[in-house]
């Protein structure tokens, strides 16, 4: 895992936190009651559930889909549906540019 406001480069870098800040965002401009609005929330709240349920699965290393592609790759789709739901509200003050970010590959989080 990353430092709370380091850059998002690999799934592994992604926390339940930003998950959860990330649905608080969308979720305070999504909630004015007309049908766009409504379908973009429930849109984003299943994006959001498909980040929070790989998230254990990931940073378990005893688990079967600790190296699983298919596994990573639902979490990077999750994800960046959630980051460009948030997109047109990036000059907003609240939007956290460094933590949500397009993650372009799968890969893990080379170890040092």
């Given at each position: 895992?990353?430092?709370?406001?380091?850059?998002?480069?690999?799934?592994?870098?992604?926390?339940?936190?930003?998950?959860?800040?990330?649905?608080?965002?969308?979720?305070?401009?999504?909630?004015?009651g007309s049908p766009t609005a409504t379908a973009l929330h429930v849109a984003v709240l299943h994006?959001?559930?498909?980040?929070?349920?790989?998230?254990?699965?990931?940073?378990?290393?005893?688990?079967?889909?600790?190296?699983?592609?298919?596994?990573?790759?639902?979490?990077?789709?999750?994800?960046?549906?959630?980051?460009?739901?948030?997109?047109?509200?990036?000059?907003?003050?609240?939007?956290?540019?460094?933590?949500?970010?397009?993650?372009?590959?799968?890969?893990?989080?080379?170890t040092d």
């Open positions: 895992m990353t430092p709370e406001n380091a850059p998002v480069e690999y799934v592994d870098d992604l926390t339940h936190q930003d998950a959860r800040e990330i649905m608080a965002f969308i979720g305070a401009r999504t909630t004015d994006l959001h559930l498909g980040v929070t349920d790989e998230i254990p699965r990931l940073g378990n290393p005893f688990t079967t889909e600790y190296r699983s592609i298919p596994a990573r790759i639902r979490m990077r789709t999750a994800w960046n549906g959630l980051v460009a739901a948030a997109g047109p509200w990036a000059d907003h003050p609240d939007y956290a540019a460094a933590r949500w970010r397009h993650i372009d590959n799968c890969d893990q989080r080379p």
